[in-house]
């Protein structure tokens, strides 16, 4: 009798409450599939006289003209971003200038760049390049200033001698 009341109890207090399920983005129709091509340099050292780098921007739609925007993340401020690229009908690649000021020297600076939603197909692979993409700049003053030979004893680790080129700073 106890029991039956125990499962009364328990059965009754459980409620079929589900968490509300927020739904998958929807790709619009007419999408270009805007993305960052994999030919970028993700990692860039410039000279301190170097204030900006071209980063490309393909779209795979290229039948009408299409002004795509362009969100970035830019933690230390350093970066000036155009918020869009305009494609000409029947254009697949864009360059877009990324600028930069008060780099100090020797230090890394991180810029997320990312393809607004409504220009992408996010259920369409792309081997080509990514709607997301990370560029990290430094500016730097290196110089060869030699070549060089290495040699080592421990020849069970590196057998070969190697070339190395020798760099210099003035900064």
């Known amino acids: 009798k106890y029991l039956i009341a125990a499962f009364v109890v328990i059965f009754a207090s459980c409620a079929d409450e589900f968490p509300e399920r927020t739904p998958s983005p929807v790709p619009l129709a007419d999408a270009v599939k805007a993305y960052f091509p994999s030919t970028n340099k993700a990692t860039v050292e410039v000279e301190p006289t170097v204030s900006s780098v071209d980063i490309k921007v393909a779209r795979v739609s290229t039948t009408a003209a299409k002004v795509v925007t ?16 305009s494609f000409a009908a029947g254009q697949s690649e864009v360059t877009l200038q990324v600028g930069f ?4 020297p020797f230090e890394v600076y991180t810029l997320k760049l990312e393809i607004d939603d409504e220009f992408v197909d996010a ?10 993409f990370i560029l990290n700049v430094a500016q730097t003053d ?8 290495y040699y080592t ?19």
Do not use: C, H, R
């Open 142 to 149: 290196w110089k060869v200033v030699a070549n060089g030979t």
């Open 70 to 85: 362009i969100k970035k993340t830019d933690p230390a401020g350093v970066f000036t971003v155009p918020a869009s690229v």
């Open 101 to 104: 000021d008060g780099l100090e």
């Open 153 to 171: 004893n421990w020849a069970a680790m590196f057998p070969a001698p190697w070339a190395q080129e020798l760099q210099y700073s003035e900064i």
């Open 123 to 132: 259920y369409v692979q792309n081997n080509d390049g990514t709607t997301n």
